[in-house]
C-alpha cells in the first residue's frame, strides 16, 4: 500500500519551510488586516449609496465581464495553437502572449494608444470606419483584455499540455476533422482548466488600474471603473478611498467565494488531475 504523501511516513514539516511560509502569510495578511483596521465603516453605507460609487460599480462588473468575454472567444483558439500545433516561432509566439504580464500596466496603457489611438498605427482606419477607442467605454475592454488574456491564455494552455493527447488521434482515427476533435474531445477535457483561466482573467480585469487610465482615462460613468474611483478619492479625501477600497474587496472577495463555492474547486482540482 502506497503511503499517502502527506502521511507519517514523510515525518513532521521542517521549522526551516514553516517559518517562511507564515511570514509570507503575514505578509499577504496583514496590509488587509490594516486596511480594515483603518476603515471608517460609519461611511460605507452612505458611499455605497452614491452616485459616483454606483457608476463605478456598475462599469467595473460590466466592462470585466465583457472582457472577459473577448478573452474567452480568442483565447481558446491561441491556447489551443500554442498546446497542440507545431509551428515555426511557436516559443516566440508564447513569449509575445506572457510580455502583457511582466509590462508595467501605464506601459501597456500607452503600447494600446500607439496602436489605437487617433495619431495611433491603427487609429486612421478605425476613424474611418467610425470607431473611437481610446477615452471611452470600448476603450475599457480593450485595456482589461490586454492584461487579462495571458492569464487565461497559460491556464487553458496548461489543462491542454496537461490532457491525453492520444483521445484527439483516437477521434481523428475515427473520421473526425479537427475541428470536431476539437469541439467535441479537446475542448471538454480542457474545461475546468478553461473556468480556472477565466476565473483568473475575471479578477484581473477587476482591479485592472494602470492600462485603462492610460488608454481610457477617468470619466465618471464612462471610463472611471473602482479602481480609478479609490485613485481620484485619494487625491483630496484618504478615509474616502479606503472605504472604495473595502467595497471593491469585499466585492472580489464574496464575489470569488462564491464561485469557489460552486465550481472553481472542481475546475482547479480537474486541472490538476489532467
Do not use: K
Amino acid at each position: 500500500m502506497t503511503p499517502r504523501r502527506d502521511g507519517p511516513a514523510l515525518g513532521r514539516a521542517p521549522l526551516a519551510l514553516l517559518v517562511p511560509a507564515a511570514l509570507a502569510v503575514l505578509f499577504l495578511l496583514l496590509p488587509l488586516v490594516a486596511l480594515l483596521a483603518r476603515t471608517p465603516w460609519g461611511r460605507l453605507g452612505d458611499e455605497l449609496t452614491s452616485r459616483p460609487v454606483l457608476d463605478a460599480l456598475r462599469l467595473t462588473v460590466e466592462t470585466s465581464l465583457a472582457s472577459t468575454l473577448v478573452v474567452l472567444v480568442v483565447g481558446i483558439p491561441l491556447a489551443w495553437l500554442l498546446a497542440r500545433v507545431e509551428f515555426p516561432g511557436r516559443s516566440l509566439a508564447r513569449a509575445l502572449v506572457i510580455v502583457p504580464l511582466v509590462l508595467p500596466p501605464v506601459v501597456g496603457g500607452v503600447a494600446l494608444l500607439s496602436a489605437f489611438g487617433r495619431v495611433g498605427l491603427l487609429g486612421p482606419a478605425l476613424r474611418s470606419a467610425g470607431i473611437t477607442l481610446p477615452f471611452t467605454t470600448a476603450g475599457v475592454v480593450v485595456a482589461h483584455a490586454f492584461v487579462s488574456l495571458p492569464f487565461f491564455v497559460l491556464a487553458v494552455e496548461g489543462a491542454l499540455r496537461a490532457s491525453d493527447e492520444e483521445y484527439d488521434v483516437v477521434a481523428a482515427s475515427l473520421g473526425a476533422s479537427r475541428l470536431t476533435v476539437f469541439l467535441r474531445v479537446t475542448l471538454p477535457l480542457a474545461w475546468p482548466g478553461v473556468l480556472a483561466g477565466l476565473v483568473l482573467a475575471w479578477a484581473r480585469s477587476l482591479g485592472e488600474f494602470g492600462a485603462t487610465i492610460t488608454f481610457a482615462g477617468n470619466y465618471q460613468g464612462t471610463t472611471r471603473t473602482m479602481p480609478s474611483a479609490i485613485y481620484t478619492a485619494l487625491q483630496s479625501d484618504q478615509d474616502a478611498a479606503i472605504v472604495l477600497a473595502v467595497i471593491l474587496l469585499l466585492f472580489c472577495v464574496a464575489v470569488l467565494a462564491l464561485l469557489r463555492e460552486r465550481w472553481f474547486d472542481q475546475a482547479m482540482a480537474g486541472t490538476v488531475r489532467g
